[in-house]
């Protein structure tokens, strides 16, 4: 819809013309990449979720029948709905229906509560909210009951499963009514989520054209053919397991998706033995906890040819570690929701793939490596990484003011991230510019929570910062000051306080610690680096 391509700065024409001509873009849409795949092998498998096979025939269907559905119920081309699904078939029939319609899925995460959700849904005007009736233990159509008071514009409340004083997805009118013709390929699919590191997360807009590239170019790499069994263990809506290639990379090569409820090895690796999974994808510490699991498993995990890791840093020594643990080959991950993807090449050598975080996915993505003042770096030295390319967005969604900052004028992306380039392409990350917490994988943005935790009454000031972890790579700390006079709560105190404002709880502190006065820059500004730095021991809680 032109209406909403407005509501972000996109490539300018000659970069659209050449990432046509160069034939990234191929004027496809996910709804016609699913019709043309159900009509060339109908009878084979999609989807698999426990004991439900769905077919490319049957999700096609369930996707047209669903369109019918929402439509019936108003949802028009355009529209936002914000999806909270799990991984389970319904993501799937919910996302490919929007697909279709034009009416553009925001993707929240299931550990997403209020604060994410009520937010997701004000600030993208969303008509809709589809969520699981529980997940974890937590009841969604209490948080939805309390979301809808909260976000005026939104009109329906979706659920899969019991709906409580809500709408069954599966009540939704199921006949064939005329659609409208659907979105073009240049027009928006989808807002997916910014890690963040401002205080309320950035919607980033992708486009049909630039996502069925990503997944394309991540196919050739990853191998993925109609013989792939992915497994999706990680949350089904993050940008890593949805494309890189993740579950619609394999859709979009006619593959089997099977859909893990949880990512432990406990659930997955009777998964992996049952279905013959090829190709999974995780974040360190869960690779590190599935190595270990791995030796004495009585589960058959020789089909796993590819283990992909991402999402965090993964170390030389934890990726030496994962070598030897499967059959697989180790395949280093490092990506962004915003676009640009990197690969260790199945092929590289073993030094390459412990080593380094892979090299970009497209020809056409260009890096730039720069100093504090923007000017390139001498080759081989760390600097901030900065991209521009065929998937990579030109701006965020209705936030004109951040992206000045967040992209340089000839439109390259500010990644936040530190890299050095080897010799050979590929990319080492080195650290982060960004203040922003990779908890395992898990971004959380340093500002978001300062904020939270600047509401409550004892805390004068506050600020959070990343502290080493042995397992997850990164833990939040949060460094307070008490008011005058004030006692601050002590670190169970300060996390309940915060989920009862509605945070996700990946977001709460691990660590809270009291102090008197914040270390400063020789300016007077704050200085995290020091605060980053392990605290004496026996300081705060
Ligand atoms: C270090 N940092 C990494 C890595 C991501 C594929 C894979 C991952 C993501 C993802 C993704 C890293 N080593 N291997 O979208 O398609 C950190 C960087 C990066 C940020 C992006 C995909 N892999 N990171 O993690 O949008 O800081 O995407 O800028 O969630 O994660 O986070 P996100």
């Known amino acids: 819809t032109p209406g909403e391509s407005a509501a972000a700065p996109t490539w300018p024409a000659e970069f659209a013309a050449r990432y046509r001509a160069a034939g990234w873009w191929r004027g496809e849409t996910f709804g016609a990449m699913l019709r043309d795949r159900a009509a060339a092998h109908p009878k084979r498998i999609a989807l698999t979720a426990g004991d439900r096979h769905l077919t490319y025939a ?37 996302i490919f229906a929007l697909f279709r319609i034009g009416a553009l899925p925001v993707f929240a995460l299931p550990a997403h509560r209020e604060a994410e959700i009520s937010y997701f849904c004000s600030f993208t005007e969303a008509v809709a909210y589809v969520i699981p009736a529980t997940w974890e233990g937590y009841d969604h159509r209490a948080l939805a009951t309390r979301v809808l ?40 699919a989808f807002l997916q989520l910014s890690g963040g590191s401002t205080g309320v997360p950035k919607l980033i807009p992708r486009t049909h054209d630039d996502y069925l590239y990503s997944l394309r170019g991540s196919n050739e790499i990853c191998g993925v053919s109609a013989d792939t069994v ?43 033995a049952r279905e013959r999974v090829t190709l999974t994808a995780l974040v360190p510490p869960l690779a590190l906890a599935w190595a270990e699991a791995a030796a004495g498993t009585p589960h ?20 030496t570690r994962l070598l030897p643990a499967f059959g697989a080959t180790l395949q280093q991950v490092f990506g962004m929701a915003e676009g640009l993807v990197n690969y260790t090449r199945l092929d590289d050598p073993e030094e390459l793939i412990v080593s380094t975080q892979g090299r970009p996915l497209s020809p056409d993505d260009e890096l730039r490596i720069v100093d504090e003042e923007g000017r390139p770096v001498p080759p081989g030295a760390p600097g901030h990484l900065l991209t521009r390319g065929p998937y990579t967005i030109r701006g965020y969604w209705r936030a004109p003011e951040h992206n000045a900052r967040a992209f340089t004028p000839d439109g390259f992306y500010r990644t936040g991230d530190l890299v050095r380039l080897t010799p050979t392409g590929h990319l080492v990350v080195t650290g982060r510019a960004k203040d922003q917490i990779n908890r395992g994988g898990e971004k959380v943005a340093a500002e978001e929570i300062e904020n939270h935790l600047l509401a409550h009454p004892a805390v004068h000031d506050a600020e959070v910062v990343a502290q080493p972890d042995p397992y997850l790579g990164e833990r939040i700390c949060a460094y307070l000051i008490a008011r005058q006079g004030a006692e601050l709560p002590g ?23 009291a102090v008197t006065a914040f270390p400063t820059t020789g300016v007077g500004k704050v200085s995290k680096r020091h605060l980053r730095e392990p605290a004496p021991p026996g300081a705060g809680s």
């Open 58 to 94: 049957a999700l096609d269907e369930a996707a047209d029948r669903m369109a019918a559905g929402l439509l019936a119920l108003g949802i028009a081309p355009g529209d936002r709905v914000v999806v909270q699904l799990p991984n389970v078939p319904e993501f799937f029939e919910v």
């Open 149 to 188: 008071a909260a976000a005026p514009t939104l009109r329906h409340v979706l659920v899969a499963g019991e709906p409580g004083g809500h709408t069954a997805l599966g009540a939704v009118p199921r006949d064939p009514v005329a659609t409208p013709p659907g979105p073009n390929p240049e027009d928006l």
């Open 230 to 272: 992915y497994l999706c263990a990680l949350p089904a809506a993050h940008n890593f397991p949805l494309s890189s290639p993740g579950t619609l990379g394999t859709l979009y090569a006619g593959g089997r998706v099977v859909l893990s409820p949880r990512p432990d090895p406990d659930t997955a690796f009777p998964l992996i």
């Open 300 to 319: 058959d995990l020789g089909t796993l040819r590819v283990l992909q890791v991402g999402g965090a840093k993964l170390s030389r020594e934890a990726a």
């Open 491 to 513: 670190r169970a105190a300060v996390r309940a306080w915060l989920r009862a404002r509605g945070l996700a709880e990946y977001k709460l502190p691990d660590l809270v610690r």
